[in-house]
């Protein structure tokens, strides 16, 4: 006997299709933030990039200031899992360090990370400034803490960890501006010779 097949969607799928949908969306903002900036992209010209209505945007995500805070949420949280990630890893303070500036350069080369960067949170009401600078803080904060472990098992020379922290952040943060996909090496591997360049003068004299 025929198994009779249902065309209906499932909950969950109805869930992971509008999660693809919205990730779609950001993707493609994102993408147009970097390239024209905020204030030069509007919502009609990210609608046209996707073949959607202006509508479809507000359904799934908002105006476009509230598309942009979803597009820095995505970057700093990616950041800050990375930092996460390296204080899990066996090794040296500078070890994890270089762990976390490796994957902090390659999430600023993409498309989120650029977006962080590029677009920043002038661009926001002030509550959703506030929102993001704290996210911000947490990442800057996480930095200064695998610096301190260096310094103190000896694998970094003594510095001032918020001193240091700026000059690494500001340096792998340039990246975002200068890098290119389509360039000879790709984001891990520039990502990898960036962060030998940068802790060559961390280690102890």
Not at 48 to 64: E, F
Not at 86 to 99: M, V
Not at 140 to 154: F, H, Q, S
Not at 198 to 203: I, Y
Request: proline residues 3%; contains cysteine; aromatic residues 6%.
């Amino acid at each position: 006997m025929e198994q009779a097949q249902s065309p209906f969607r499932t909950a969950q799928q109805k869930l992971d299709e509008r999660d693809a949908k919205r990730r779609a969306l950001l993707i493609a903002a994102a993408q147009m933030f970097n390239l024209r900036g905020f204030h030069a992209t509007s919502l009609d010209d990210v609608a046209a990039s996707l073949g959607i209505s202006k509508p479809t945007i507000y359904h799934y995500l908002g105006n476009k200031e509230q598309v942009l805070v979803e597009c820095l949420t995505i970057g700093l949280e990616q950041l800050f899992a990375a930092a996460n990630e390296a204080n899990r890893e066996p090794g040296t303070g500078l070890e994890r360090l270089r762990k976390f500036l490796c994957r902090n350069a390659e999430i600023n080369m993409g498309v989120f990370g650029r977006c962080v960067i590029l677009s920043g949170d002038e661009n926001l009401s002030p509550e959703g400034a506030r929102k993001l600078r704290a996210m911000k803080r947490r990442v800057d904060d996480a930095m200064r803490a695998l610096i301190v472990e260096g310094v103190k098992d000896g694998s970094i020379a003594p510095v001032d960890p918020k001193v240091a922290a700026f000059a690494l952040a500001g340096a792998v943060n340039w990246s975002a501006r200068w890098f290119r996909a389509d360039g000879a090496l790709s984001a891990e591997e520039m990502a990898l010779q960036l962060v030998d360049f940068l802790t060559v003068g961390f280690a102890p004299r």
